[in-house]
C-alpha cells in the first residue's frame, strides 16, 4: 500500500554553514568591528551575543537573511525574548524540529475532513498517511502545502 511521511526537519548542515556566514558578515562590518557580537549554535539554539538591543535586532535580520539564503524555511525559527543588562545582551532563536502532537492531530483532521481515501497516522514525530492510489497521496501532499501551518512540513519516504 502506497505511503509517505509528512516530517518537519531544520538541515544542521545548512544552519552551521549560515551562522558561519552571519559570524564572518559580522566581522566585515563597521558597526559590529570591536563590540563582541557574535553568534553560537549549540545543537538547535542559536545564541546572539551584542552589547546592547539594537545590535540585537540588525543580527536577527542577518540571521534571517542568511537562513534564508541557505534555504532554510523560516517558519521553523523561535525566537526568543532577548536579555539585557548593563554590559551585554543576548537572545536565543530555537529552531523547531519535528511534529508535535497537537500538529499532527491538526494534519489527521485535515486530511480526514478533505474527503480523500487515505487515512493519517502519528508515529512518534512524523505523521504516516496512507492510501490505495498514488493519486490520492498526491492529492494529500497539496492539500497539506496549501495549509497554513506554522510549521515548515517536508514529504518523504514517498513508497508506491
Do not use: W, Y
Not at 38 to 52: G, P, Y
Request: with cysteine; proline share 2%; glycine share 6%.
Amino acid at each position: 500500500m502506497p505511503s509517505f511521511d509528512v516530517v518537519s526537519e531544520v538541515n544542521a548542515h545548512e544552519v552551521a554553514n549560515a551562522i558561519d556566514q552571519a559570524n564572518r558578515e559580522l566581522a566585515q562590518r563597521f558597526d559590529f568591528k570591536d563590540t563582541g557580537a557574535r553568534f553560537e549554535l549549540e545543537e538547535l539554539t542559536v545564541t546572539l551575543h551584542a552589547q546592547v538591543d539594537f545590535q540585537l535586532k540588525q543580527m536577527l535580520e542577518i540571521l534571517k537573511l542568511r537562513l534564508g539564503k541557505r534555504g532554510v524555511d523560516l517558519a521553523c525559527l523561535d525566537v526568543k525574548e532577548p536579555e539585557i543588562n548593563l554590559s551585554a545582551a543576548r537572545q536565543q532563536v530555537l529552531l523547531k524540529q519535528g511534529v508535535d502532537a497537537e500538529t499532527g492531530r491538526k494534519i489527521s483532521r485535515l486530511i480526514k475532513d478533505s474527503k480523500l481515501k487515505v487515512q493519517a497516522g502519528l508515529q512518534g514525530e512524523k505523521v504516516r498517511v496512507t492510501g490505495k492510489q498514488r493519486d490520492d497521496l498526491q492529492a494529500a501532499i497539496q492539500l497539506l502545502r496549501g495549509s497554513k501551518l506554522d510549521l515548515p512540513l517536508q514529504f518523504t519516504n514517498f513508497r508506491d
